[in-house]
Each structure stands twice: as C-alpha cells, then as structure tokens.
C-alpha cells in the first residue's frame, strides 16, 4: 500500500518568516495530494490540496508544490502568523481523495 | 447544515467492555470513513463505505467493526476494548467521486476514547 512520510515533526519559525513542511509517497500511481491543518483540540480541516496534473497551486499565503518524478510534495507558507501555529498533515490517494494514505504531521509554531 | 457529528465526544471504558461509536454526516456524501489518531502517527484508516450497506478494511481494522444500515450514519464498535484501542476517533466523509473528479473529506470532531 501507499507510505507517506512527512518531514519535520516540529517545525518553529518566527512570525512573518516563511515555513516549509515536506512529503514523499511510495505509490507513483497517486493521483491526489490534500494538506489539512489541525488546531488543538479541533478536528482537520482541508487547506489545500493538488492533482497529479499540476506542478503548483496557491491560494493566498499558502502554496503546494508536487514533484511526481521524485514522489514529493511540499507546502510552503509564506509571511507566517500566530493563527498559523496547528499540526499540518499531508495526504496522499489513489482514488481522487478516498483512502487517503496520511504523513505523521507536522507540529508548526509561530513565535512573535 | 451540522455537516459531521459525532457521539459521544469522551468516553471511558473498562477493558473488555463494548461500545458503539456513532457518526452521522447531513451533506448527502456517498462515502465515509473512520479513523484513530495517535501522538506521532498521524490519522490511520480503520474501515470505510462506499455507500449505505457498504463496508470495507482500511489499514488497522482488527479489533472493530462497523456498519452502514443507513447513508447518513456511519457505526465504529469495538467489541472487547483494549488498552491499545485508547485514541481519539474521527469521522469523515465525502461526495462520491466520479469521472475523475476529486473530493475533500469532511471531519468530524472527534471522540476521545481511554480504555482502561
């Protein structure tokens, strides 16, 4: 089955600064790359996700990036504020956003 | 719309005991699925359904089961609780995928379980 493996666990930055969480995946035939941020004590929320037909997407501060020969995909959030500290988790599927296959997270905290 | 709730938000079992997990979702989603999250290990899927009267196995099945009698409730049980099984829960579902087209999930907020 699908492995995905997230990098860094923790991730701190100082606000405005940019953050950068990355992911392989083990099944070159996924097709959907989902990110979904997690505030304590709350349930996951999709922030972004990315086909395998696109190289890069933005939405404001945030964008994803996925490199499909390599088997990577990163999130990049740029201009970082408190509100952005949560755990970000990146998925991977090969059925268009069912079975999602999810890294460990990443722990983001941003100091002022 | 309430989109995906979940019953009960805490609960605390004895091990050995049962318990049913309830999740019910208002959005018309075709699929729906069940999950645990651990500290370090992100979320992991236990079982899901493609429709009412559909189960399937996801990644770490053993030890529950679950039941889709109707398209908009979802049921986790766990028949014996073990220790192992303390986590917390979500549920999430999801629009039917069709054609190529891709779709969010929608969570739930989570049960805490603790199996003593």
């Known amino acids: 089955g699908e492995n995905v493996e997230q990098h860094p666990s923790t991730l701190s930055v100082q606000e405005g600064d940019s953050a950068v969480i990355k992911c392989t995946y083990s099944d070159s035939a996924s097709n959907y790359f989902p990110w979904y941020k997690q505030e304590l004590g709350k349930r996951p929320q999709l922030i972004i996700d990315?086909?395998?037909?696109?190289g890069e997407k933005k939405d404001q501060r945030i964008a994803v990036t996925l490199n499909k020969t390599a088997k990577h995909f990163s999130l990049h959030i740029t201009e970082t504020q408190p509100e952005d500290s949560a755990v970000y988790f990146c998925?991977?599927?090969?059925?268009?956003?069912?079975?999602?296959?999810f890294g460990t997270g990443t722990q983001l905290k941003v100091e002022l | 719309n309430a989109g995906v709730t979940q019953t009960p938000k805490f609960r605390v079992l004895k091990t050995g005991q049962s318990m049913t997990l309830l999740c019910a979702q208002d959005?018309?989603?075709?699929?729906m699925y069940w999950y645990r999250q651990d500290p370090g290990m992100g979320l992991r899927l236990i079982h899901y359904s493609v429709g009412e009267g559909t189960t399937a196995k996801g990644e770490v099945p053993d030890g529950y089961n679950v039941s889709r009698l109707k398209k908009q409730n979802f049921l986790l049980g766990l028949e014996s609780a073990a220790p192992s099984q303390t986590s917390v829960y979500f549920c999430?579902?999801?629009?039917?995928?069709?054609?190529?087209?891709?779709?969010?999930?929608?969570f739930g907020p989570g049960t805490r379980l603790t199996v003593l």
């Open positions: 999430a579902s999801s629009y039917s995928p069709s054609g190529g087209l891709y779709n969010e999930q929608f």
């Open positions: 959005m018309n989603h075709e699929y």
């Open positions: 990315i086909r395998s037909n696109v």
């Open positions: 998925a991977a599927s090969l059925r268009g956003g069912n079975k999602l296959t």
